[in-house]
């Protein structure tokens, strides 16, 4: 399996709180994404990053920040949680270049805004 | 908006049985990928095909790609009550990131 661990697994929060989840690596893997998964919406990529400090948006970016400041960390931050934020959020990574390749995800964190 | 859409959105089989997922998608792809997830955990990955493939074999696992239909289909063979899991196609297209489908639900019964 590959070596990624998110935390916290599994969160309650109340709305207009912030919140970070954390992923890390242990793969040195170049690319590293940010996706949400709700019923009836599939997975949405929130953020991406291609390298240290690299970051860029995905579909669903409105209401999350991330920041990359080493290899094996990618941070999300919801800067002030809301309902609407409630999901299970996915870290996944990848090493390839020009394409997405394969990616590899971590076990999800469970968030709850309450 | 879903690139990828697979169909059926629920599928139950009998132990022994075979098992075919549909994908269809709306534009040009570089390669067409399927995951798998089971409940609770994250997505493990299975198979890539590239735009210019036509099929290829996994183990127990059948991936076709029609781009002229824009659509990919995945066979499980001989299934087995441990292949009860979701099953996501992601497509790339030139210049984005992987865009999930909401995935077919496939119970095997033993």
């Known amino acids: 399996d590959a070596g990624i661990t998110q935390s916290p697994r599994h969160k309650v929060t109340e709305t207009g709180t912030p919140v970070t989840l954390r992923c890390h690596q242990t793969?040195?893997?170049?690319?590293m994404y940010w996706y949400r998964q709700d019923p009836g919406h599939g997975l949405r990529l929130i953020h991406y990053?291609?390298?240290?400090?690299?970051?860029d948006k995905g579909e669903v970016s409105d209401g999350y920040s991330v920041s990359r400041s080493k290899t094996e960390d990618f941070l999300l931050t919801l800067e002030s949680a809301t309902s609407s934020q409630t999901s299970v959020y996915f870290c996944?990574?990848?090493?390839?270049?020009?394409?997405?390749?394969?990616?590899?995800f971590g076990e999800g964190s469970r968030l709850t805004v309450l | 908006s879903q690139q990828g859409e697979e169909d059926p959105q629920a599928l139950s089989i009998q132990e022994g049985e075979n098992a075919t997922m549909n994908c269809s998608y709306k534009?040009?792809?570089?390669?067409l990928q399927w995951y798998r997830q089971n409940s609770g955990r994250g997505l493990v990955h299975l198979i890539l095909?590239?735009?210019?493939?036509r099929e290829k074999h996994s183990g127990r696992l059948r991936v076709t790609l029609d781009t002229s239909k824009k659509s990919s289909s995945l066979l499980i063979t001989a299934s087995r009550a441990a292949d009860t899991a979701s099953y996501f196609c992601?497509?790339?297209?030139?210049?984005?990131?992987?865009?999930f489908g909401e995935g077919t639900q496939l119970t095997v019964n033993p």
């Open positions: 996944a990574i990848s090493e390839s270049g020009r394409t997405t390749g394969e990616l590899f």
């Open positions: 793969e040195n893997h170049r690319y």
């Open positions: 990053s291609y390298g240290v400090k690299d970051t």
């Open positions: 534009t040009s792809i570089n390669n």
């Open positions: 095909i590239r735009s210019n493939e």
């Open positions: 992601a497509t790339e297209t030139s210049g984005s990131r992987l865009t």
